[in-house]
Structures are given as C-alpha cells and as structure tokens.
C-alpha cells in the first residue's frame, strides 16, 4: 500500500506525514516512511538546482525528478512487496503540479508514466501567505518555487491536475488549522478508507478476550 502526503512547500506535509507514520506503528503496521526528492545521486542534484546552485531549464527539471522517482518507485515496489505500508512525502502528483507551471501537463504524465498509482494520496491546502511565513520560519533552502504568486499557482495546479483525471484517491485536506486538528481528520480518512482489518482485528479480539 502507498500512500502519499502532498501540497505547497509549508502545507505541513512533512509533519503530518511522520505523524500517520508513528500512528500506524502503534497500531501493529510495518510501515516505511520515505520522501521526494531523495538523498540519492539524482536527488541531491535536484537539491542544488532548487537552491538555485546550478540552472537548468523546466524540461530538465521535470526529467530529473522523473529519474529520481523512477529509482525511488523500484525501492517503493522492493518496501511493498515485503508488506510494508509505504508513505511518501511528495510523489508524482508534485511533479504534475509543480512542473506545470512551465511545462504541458501530458508531457509530465508521459515522463512519469512508469511510477505507481498511490493507493491514496492527501494534499494539504494552505493559503499561500501561510506557508510562506512557515517557509521563512525553518530557513528552507529551496528557493526556487517560494513566493506567493507561484505557490498560488501551485496550489491550483493540485486542483487542475486531479480534475483533469491524472491521479485518482485524491483527498483535498484543510491544513489551514492546527497540526492536530489536520492530523485527526487524515487519520479519520485512512481509517474509513483503506486499512485493513487484519491488524485491528486481532487487537480487538484479543481486547475482548483479555480485556
Ligand atoms: P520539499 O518537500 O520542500 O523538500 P524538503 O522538505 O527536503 O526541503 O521538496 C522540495 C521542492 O521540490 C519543493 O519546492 C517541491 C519541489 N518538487 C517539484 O517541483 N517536483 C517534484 O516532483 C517534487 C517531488 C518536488
């Protein structure tokens, strides 16, 4: 099972994405947590690139993170297929509405087209303003997508892209609240949605047994 964390940079996706990692542990689940880009070779050229270290134009840019997650999706199918939950901070849907901004939406599909279809994923949806001061808080070094105007953008893009049909299991969430608040209502979602029962199941047997 995949499931993927998504949104603007400062939409709290990292931190949700660690919290529904710890939950599902404590309820009994292998779960392996991971995160685009990666700390692999072609990752850490996308960070220099984001850092704006180096310049490369839109079209390299969106191959670069293809390549970094045609990698990291051999690794996803290698965690999966030992039967671990597999959670992803950003993935593919990053790349459709990220790279958009420049870039013609069924070309990034195309370049994408070996990745997986995530069992689900949540973008967070934070107003711009909101994850900018978020942003500056940490001392990001990512400054290439960081100002109003294209986190905006961005933020449509999430919408535009689902509508288009791109990626299906796509929940809209309001991160705009407490980390709490946001963390209670995803927990809500994957509860009803997708977990198994297997592992409750025992636990509630094994509850009414030993009580
Ligand atoms: P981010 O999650 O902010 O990394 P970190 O928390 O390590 O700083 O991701 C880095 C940036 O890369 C972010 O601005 C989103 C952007 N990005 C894309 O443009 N396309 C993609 O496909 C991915 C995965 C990320």
Not at 37 to 47: K, Q, W
Not at 105 to 112: G, K, P, Q
Not at 156 to 180: L, M, P, Q, T
Request: glycine content about 6%.
């Amino acid at each position: 099972m995949l499931i993927v964390f998504e949104g603007t940079d400062g939409s709290g996706l990292t931190t949700q994405s660690r919290l529904i990692t710890e939950w599902l542990r404590e309820k009994g689940y292998r779960v392996h947590l991971t995160k685009e880009p990666t700390t692999g070779v072609i990752g850490r050229l996308i960070r220099e690139i984001l850092r704006k270290e180096v310049r490369v134009t839109p079209q390299t840019l969106a191959l670069l993170f293809a390549a970094d997650r045609a990698e990291h999706t051999r690794e996803i199918r290698e965690w999966t297929e030992k039967g671990e939950i597999v959670i992803s901070d950003r993935y593919r849907l990053s790349s459709f509405a990220y790279q958009s901004l420049n870039l013609d939406l069924d070309w990034i599909v195309a370049i994408n087209a070996h990745s997986i279809a995530p069992d689900l994923t949540f973008v967070l949806e934070t107003p711009a303003e909101v994850s900018l001061e978020r942003i500056k808080r940490r001392n990001s070094e990512n400054e290439l997508f960081e100002d109003v105007d294209k986190l905006k953008r961005i933020s449509e893009n999430f919408r535009k892209a689902v509508k288009a049909g791109v990626e299906d299991n796509v929940i809209f969430i309001d991160g705009n609240r407490s980390i709490e608040e946001v963390f209670e209502e995803i927990k809500a979602e994957i509860e009803g949605r997708i977990l198994p029962d297997g592992c409750d199941q025992d636990r509630r047997q094994s509850e009414v047994v030993n009580p």
